[in-house]
């Protein structure tokens, strides 16, 4: 069954930082694109963050410069290090994978429908 498993979410204040974890079943290749997701109370999953399977990474602009996706091979854990949290990043953080490996042309928005597979998400509240 393939399962991911996020990590990591707990409340902070403004200005701080967090790590989420996200570790996927054994048959998910961690190479496979891979991207974080959010959904704040009231709104839509947004797309926060990928990594395609050549490495290339996207961001939502409302993170640029302040998220970094990355993937852990030794330890098949892929990663969200958040920096500069903001109130309006409150929200469950959901990890999701492709079932394969593509890579997508410079700028790609990162969209739920390029991924098959989501976790059960973790909860990031950001207080001012």
């Known amino acids: 069954q393939v399962q991911l498993v996020e990590s990591g979410g707990e409340s902070v204040q403004a200005g701080g930082s967090l790590t989420l974890s996200c570790t996927p079943s054994?048959?998910?290749?961690?190479?496979?694109?891979m991207g974080w997701f959010r959904q704040a109370p009231g709104q839509e999953r947004e797309g926060v963050a990928r990594?395609?399977?050549?490495?290339?990474?996207g961001y939502a602009d409302s993170v640029k410069g302040r998220f970094t996706i990355s993937r852990d091979n030794a330890k098949h854990t892929l990663l969200l290090q958040m920096r500069d949290l903001r109130p309006e990043d409150t929200g469950v953080y959901y990890c999701?994978?492709?079932?394969?490996?593509?890579?997508?042309?410079?700028?790609?928005?990162?969209?739920?429908?390029?991924?098959?597979?989501w976790g059960q998400g973790t909860q990031v509240t950001v207080s001012s």
């Open positions: 054994v048959d998910i290749y961690i190479e496979y694109n």
């Open positions: 999701a994978s492709a079932r394969g490996r593509r890579v997508y042309p410079e700028n790609w928005p990162v969209r739920s429908q390029d991924f098959a597979y």
């Open positions: 990594v395609d399977s050549d490495g290339r990474t």
